[in-house]
């Protein structure tokens, strides 16, 4: 999360893959995924990692 904070401080755009990231809680990974929907929506893209690579072509 420092990572991904760090970017959106400095004004970038940041595409997050949901499927890569992981916690040893449940509760926690929904927490996490919850904060960046909700807080940084503005600035992080939430998406699965298929996605990603369609893109990234």
Do not use: K
Not at 12 to 32: G, K, M
Not at 48 to 56: Q, T
Request: hydrophobic share 45%; proline share 2%; glycine share 4%.
């Amino acid at each position: 999360m420092p990572a991904s904070v760090g970017a959106i401080d400095r004004g970038f755009r940041v595409v997050l893959a949901t499927d890569a990231i992981c916690s040893s809680v449940d509760q926690t990974h929904d927490a996490l995924l919850e904060l960046y929907r909700s807080r940084f929506s503005e600035q992080v893209e939430a998406v699965r990692i298929e996605e990603v690579l369609e893109n990234w072509r």
